[in-house]
């Protein structure tokens, strides 16, 4: 009886492990609640941490060049000296900036698991 019970937990487990090979990726919804180090909070289950965790730029802080061509308007002020007189500048050419985009406690954030993975992808926020 108890080789007839194993090879049934046998066949059950291979079709379990074939229906989720037809899906290499699951989703998964989680909050941030612990930012250093990293901590996400998963369906109320589970707390992943740091080295679980691959971070997509949507959710980084990340340095991009922009092109920008604007001109500041013209304002005058000071103590009426000639050197504070209206006066504007312009903005031109290609401009490096910082994205703020690094997560905060609370974030909700969609998460990526590839099959049979310990890891998952932090994709993006849900919205607030």
Same mark, same amino acid.
């Given at each position: 009886m108890a080789? +007839?019970?194993?090879l049934v937990g046998t066949l059950k487990r291979a079709a379990r492990e074939a229906v989720e090979a037809g899906k290499?990726? %699951? #989703?998964y919804f989680g909050e941030v609640v612990g930012v250093s180090p990293l901590k996400i909070s998963v369906e109320q289950k589970l707390i992943l941490g740091e080295k679980q965790l691959l971070l997509s730029r949507n959710v980084t802080d990340f340095e991009t060049e922009v092109s920008i061509g604007w001109? &500041?308007?013209s304002k005058s002020g000071g103590s009426g000296e000639s050197a504070f007189a209206s @006066? %504007? @500048? +312009?903005v031109q050419g290609r *401009? *490096? =900036? &910082?994205v703020h985009n690094g997560l905060v406690a609370g974030d909700k #954030? =969609?998460?990526l698991r590839q099959q049979g993975g310990q890891k998952f992808i932090v994709w993006d926020r849900t919205g607030k």
């Open positions: 080789d +007839a019970n194993e290499p990726v %699951s #989703v001109q &500041t308007e @006066h %504007s @500048h +312009a *401009k *490096k =900036i &910082t #954030v =969609i998460l």
